[in-house]
């Protein structure tokens, strides 16, 4: 827990020398750090393929998918980098039937 918080300091540090201002800077952080286990989980993937069963493979891809993107959509846009788009026109901003 150490880690993270010294990640986002580093984080928050580093973004405010590119004049993001401070609570910019600190809720960017926030968004980059927040999904460390889904990332150790991401690269145990990589690493292991095989030794994962189809349900940890499962368990790992969805609650990545669940957790990270709004994240990284959250500390894009207040990057100054803009919104989301959808890129490879799957549809990105259309609801889901269900």
């Not at 010294?6 to 928050?12: D, G, S, W």
């Not at 150790?40 to 940890?56: A, K, N, R, V, Y």
């Not at 957790?67 to 549809?91: C, Q, R, T, W, Y």
Request: charged letters at 30%; zero cysteines; a negative charge.
């Amino acid at each position: 827990m150490q880690n993270r918080k010294l990640v986002k300091e580093r984080i928050a540090k580093a973004l405010v020398d590119l004049e993001i201002s401070k609570e910019i800077a600190d809720d960017i952080a926030f968004h980059m750090t927040d999904w460390k286990e889904n990332l150790l989980q991401i690269i145990q993937l990589h690493e292991s393929p095989t030794l994962l069963s189809d349900d940890q493979v499962q368990n790992i891809v969805l609650d990545f998918l669940a957790h990270v993107p709004n994240h990284l959509a959250a500390a894009k846009k207040l990057s100054g980098l803009g919104p989301i788009e959808d890129v490879f026109s799957v549809g990105v901003f259309e609801e889901d039937e269900g």
